[in-house]
Each structure stands twice: as structure tokens, then as C-alpha cells.
């Protein structure tokens, strides 16, 4: 037995890479990925994402390559389409966060600064992730039903005009709000529990650092394995707007600005169907009845030593 023959050799690696998320440089970050591998004696394959569906078909192709670490280089949207590929596939996911806001990333103490991200994936750990899904759609962080797919699309436009940035996010919102239409109608079963809702907005939420980023209730859910969802009052636009206020804040309220509701699988009933859903930052067309579940097991991520284990 030689001496290389001790050794194993590298994982191969490839980093799937949305050149499109946040406002960052995309050569310079590219660059400096490149250079992190190459630093730790890892020549990981690089390939460019294109948008909508081919971030998951570029995610199956690097499974049929071999490859036995597949990076989601991107924003939370990109982050969350690649892991709704790699989920149950056996194959561990490293991440590269690039976006605006990378609660995901974040929640999991993954360096947003690109090269030591990438370093992370050469001498991290692996830990498995809850994911949520809604009608079979993974999401990581959030979905919701109501204003805020309505505030995606008027953030896109944000976007094209004036460039990528929380400013520009926040400020989405007002706009979306000050000129919503008609409520939700819902009726929302979990746990054998039904309840009826009129409300501008559902949000469930699968990330115990985005609801402390939010200033949100919930943690404990989060923890013991539940989504949890936000429902908020019909309180009118003006109503409205005072309340996305709060929650820019962190004053947000239960039974004021909210009411929770916990579980692991949800089923919400709504008058008008088919209606856009968001799932971590990006829109999708669905129908009635809307299924959430939290899915344990099913999804490999490498993480710093240190957050092994833990609430997410």
C-alpha cells in the first residue's frame, strides 16, 4: 500500500452558481470561490445557473454526474430550488450564500462572505435540516399566500429600476400594501383543529433566526418541529400598513399584529383558486387546498462544527 493509498481522495464538488442573486459582483465572487477551493487542494467544477426551471434541472444533472457535494451558490430561492432537488437523493449540499438577505445561510452560522463559505465546505460537518413544503414545493425559510406574493412582484420591478438592496425590499412593501385589493378568505385545519380567516396575509415559517430577525413569537414551535404560521387581522390598508410597521420594528404583537398557529402539517382551504404562493422569494402558481408540511431527514447540509445540532 502506497502512501496515497491512506488518503482518501477529495469529494467532488460542484458549485451551481446563480450569477443573478443580490446585488453582489458576480466575477469577483466567482473569482474568489475558485481561489478558496483551489486553497484547500479541491478542483471544484463551477456551473452557471440560468433562471426558473433550469436551477433544478442544472441540480439533477450534477446528481447524474456523480458529484458527491452539490453547492447552491445564490440567494435563498436558488438555495431552496437546488434543495428541493437534493432532498432524499443521499447527496450532501454545501452553500455559498449570494443573495439579499440569506436568512437561510444565516440561520445555520454559514459565512456570507463567499470565500469563507466556500472554505467551510472543505472542513465543515454535515447536519441534517428540516425542510417545509407547500403542495410538494419545497421552501427552506418561509411561504406565504396573499400580500406578500403580491410584494414579490412589485419588488421584481423594484429591482430592474433602482438594483438590489433591503432598501428597495422594504420599501416594496409599502408600495404592495397601499395599494392591496380584497382580503384572503381561509379555512385553516391542523392538528384537528378548524379555524376561518378573512386576512390580507398567511405566512408560515420554518426558521427559528427569521422570526428573532423579525421579531416574532414562534421559536418554540420552531423547535419542536412545527411550521409556524402568521396570520394577520383584515385591518384595512391604512391598518395594514401600520402593522407591516411593526413588524419592520420587531413590535410586532400576537393577537394584535398576528395570530399563530403551530403544527406539522397544515391544510389551507381558500375561496379563489388557483392564487401565486411564495416560497423563499420566489412565485409560484398553485391550487387550493394548500398542503404545508415540516419533513425532517430528507435534506445533508455542511455546517460549521459548532451548529451540529441546535434550533435552525
Not at 400598513?241 to 403551530?262: E, H, P, T, Y
Request: with cysteine; charged share 25%; proline share 4%.
Amino acid at each position: 500500500m502506497t502512501a496515497e493509498d491512506t488518503h482518501p481522495s477529495p469529494p467532488r464538488i460542484c458549485v451551481l452558481m446563480n450569477a443573478g442573486s443580490g446585488k453582489r459582483d458576480a466575477t469577483r465572487a466567482r473569482t474568489r470561490i475558485e481561489a478558496a477551493f483551489a486553497e484547500a487542494g479541491i478542483a471544484a467544477e463551477i456551473r452557471k445557473l440560468g433562471k426558473g426551471n433550469q436551477i433544478q434541472r442544472a441540480a439533477r444533472e450534477a446528481i447524474k454526474d456523480g458529484f458527491e457535494i452539490i453547492v447552491a451558490a445564490g440567494g435563498d430561492g436558488t438555495i431552496a430550488g437546488i434543495a428541493g432537488v437534493l432532498q432524499g437523493s443521499g447527496v450532501t449540499m454545501g452553500i455559498i450564500p449570494l443573495g439579499t438577505f440569506n436568512y437561510f445561510a444565516r440561520s445555520l452560522d454559514i459565512p456570507e462572505d463567499a470565500a469563507e463559505a466556500a472554505k467551510l465546505i472543505t472542513g465543515g460537518a454535515p447536519r441534517g435540516v428540516r425542510i417545509g413544503s407547500i403542495n410538494g414545493r419545497t421552501f427552506l425559510n418561509n411561504a406565504s399566500l396573499g400580500a406578500y406574493p403580491a410584494i414579490l412582484r412589485t419588488r421584481e420591478e423594484t429591482y430592474r429600476k433602482w438594483g438590489r438592496s433591503r432598501i428597495a425590499a422594504y420599501w416594496s412593501v409599502l408600495v404592495t400594501l397601499a395599494t392591496l385589493r380584497k382580503p384572503l378568505r381561509l379555512t385553516i385545519e391542523t392538528d384537528g383543529h378548524s379555524s376561518t380567516h378573512r386576512t390580507p396575509l398567511a405566512f408560515a415559517v420554518n426558521n427559528a433566526f427569521q422570526l428573532r430577525q423579525m421579531g416574532l413569537e414562534g421559536e418554540e414551535h420552531i423547535a419542536q418541529g412545527h411550521l409556524a404560521l402568521f396570520v394577520a387581522p383584515d385591518t384595512g390598508r391604512w391598518g395594514m400598513i401600520k402593522n407591516a410597521l411593526a413588524l419592520a420594528v420587531g413590535r410586532a404583537q400576537r393577537d394584535v399584529q398576528f395570530q399563530l398557529i403551530a403544527g406539522r402539517r397544515m391544510t389551507i382551504e381558500a375561496k379563489r383558486s388557483p392564487r401565486d404562493v411564495a416560497c423563499d422569494g420566489e412565485r409560484a402558481r398553485m391550487r387550493a387546498p394548500y398542503t404545508l408540511e415540516a419533513i425532517e431527514g430528507e435534506l445533508t447540509v455542511i455546517v460549521p462544527e459548532a451548529r451540529q445540532d441546535g434550533t435552525r
